[in-house]
């Protein structure tokens, strides 16, 4: 990320796309990309269980801001439309949404930045609460993600007892796979991952020799960004970005690619 100047020429544009995404749907995604020639690293968010909602557009330009083509797909398309709580409340009744569609959305979105002609072809992963759980799990079942950062994400371990139909395999089985660095921002507080399940994380990535840095903040539970709720801390949640972003610029830009 370049230090900001007054005399910079600032500009981004944001609206809705629409996307290739799983089983040959047609879904639509919201897109803020930096105006300017390029090129731009990538980075596709993938919303949490609450929904396609008003603070991923945020995010989501927070990153165009940070010089990133940013994209995040609606990964409730196929569930009807309506307010993110009411589309939310029906995939909460039908169980979740797939992990394989969830995965091949995320990847059809990384696609489709490296095709944008301003795109310097490297396209990381970030996700939230859910979010988190699935870029782990894009990001050890394919090679569409570059870097990685997991917020948060709950039931990356998963017990026999709590797989579903939909969530049919613990994404910690899968760790072996990952194919990228992988930063994680967790707080001491949460119930989902808590400490103990964060640690079996770390200990697993450790055995298998991946690129990773964690980082659990105390005085913090689940959600600590979300400035809109109870839960958000700002001193950690500061950090947390700062952390996010020196990340990326570790690993996005490299020019041996």
């Not at 894009?138 to 039931?155: Q, Y």
């Not at 007892?161 to 910690?172: I, K, Q, R």
């Not at 500061?238 to 996010?244: A, F, L, S």
């Amino acid at each position: 990320m370049r230090p900001y100047t007054t005399d910079m020429y600032e500009g981004m544009l944001a609206e809705t796309a629409i996307i290739d995404g799983h089983k040959g749907l047609r879904i639509n995604a919201y897109l803020a990309r930096p105006l300017g020639p390029g090129p731009f690293p990538g980075v596709v968010l993938i919303h949490h269980r609450p929904g396609w909602d008003e603070w991923y557009r945020e995010a989501t330009r927070r990153f165009a801001y940070h010089g990133y083509l940013a994209i995040s797909p609606n990964l409730y398309f196929s569930f009807g439309h309506g307010t993110p709580e009411e589309v939310t409340e029906k995939v909460r009744t039908a169980g979740g949404v797939h992990d394989d569609d969830v995965i091949a959305d995320v990847s059809n979105a990384a696609n489709y930045l490296r095709a944008m002609p301003t795109s310097n072809d490297w396209v990381a992963g970030f996700g939230t609460c859910s979010g988190g759980r699935h870029v782990f799990l894009v990001a050890c079942r394919t090679k569409s993600l570059d870097a990685a950062v997991d917020c948060w994400g709950g039931s990356v371990v998963m017990k026999k007892e709590d797989l579903t139909p939909n969530a049919p395999v613990s994404p910690l089985d899968y760790a072996r796979g990952l194919s990228c660095p992988l930063l994680g921002l967790f707080g001491q507080e949460d119930r989902n991952p808590d400490q103990q399940q964060v640690a079996e994380i770390e200990l697993e990535l450790k055995k298998l020799g991946k690129s990773y840095e964690f980082y659990s903040y105390p005085g913090a539970g689940h959600g600590f960004f979300y400035y809109h709720k109870p839960s958000y801390r700002q001193e950690q949640a500061v950090d947390g970005w700062d952390k996010i972003w020196s990340f990326l610029e570790k690993h996005m830009n490299n020019p041996s690619r």
